[in-house]
């Protein structure tokens, strides 16, 4: 998985020190407030840069708000394996419990509840990507029965051994 958002050509030219700092701040913001109640006036001041230079980096809030997310998936899903097969369905399943520890370990927990809890709904739905080979329908029932699995676990923690263990039954009657 690559980050697929884009940030404005100024930013790219900023320091690393400074980047990071706004980066912080807008982990911060989008951690702590729906994106519907995000500031920008509070990211500038956590920042310390000004409200200009905030849009030389970022079209808008969405797009500060797609840019940080998609760095936390990207370095959330640094660790996961591959598509599940006969031979590794407990490896994938657990590598949930990795996902979600992940996202804690790397300060991500409150972004990703916040993003199924609120954002999700507000930025609007893509489809899934259309699979028309024959060994590409399980792949696509499995990368959904997964995603919205993990969904549950950040939306109910509490339940998360219920929910591994709810996937890894289907998937064992699937392989």
Do not use: C
């Amino acid at each position: 998985m690559e980050v697929k958002s884009m940030v404005l050509p100024t930013f790219e030219n900023l320091k690393p020190d400074k980047q990071n700092r706004i980066r912080n701040s807008l982990l911060n913001e989008f951690s702590n407030y729906p994106l519907a109640e995000a500031q920008v006036a509070r990211i500038v001041s956590n920042a310390g840069i000004s409200r200009g230079a905030f849009y030389k980096y970022f079209e808008d809030l969405t797009d500060a708000y797609n840019y940080i997310f998609d760095i936390a998936m990207f370095q959330i899903h640094q660790e996961m394996p591959k598509t599940p097969n006969a031979s590794n369905v407990d490896e994938y399943v657990e590598s949930i419990r990795h996902f979600v520890s992940g996202t804690d370990k790397k300060g991500y927990k409150d972004l990703i509840e916040k993003h199924y809890r609120y954002n999700e709904g507000f930025l609007g739905s893509e489809p899934t990507k259309l699979r028309l080979s024959d060994d590409s329908y399980s792949t696509w029932a499995v990368t959904v029965l997964y995603h919205q699995t993990v969904r549950d676990i950040v939306l109910d923690p509490v339940n998360i051994e219920q929910r591994i263990e709810q996937l890894r039954k289907v998937l064992r009657k699937a392989y």
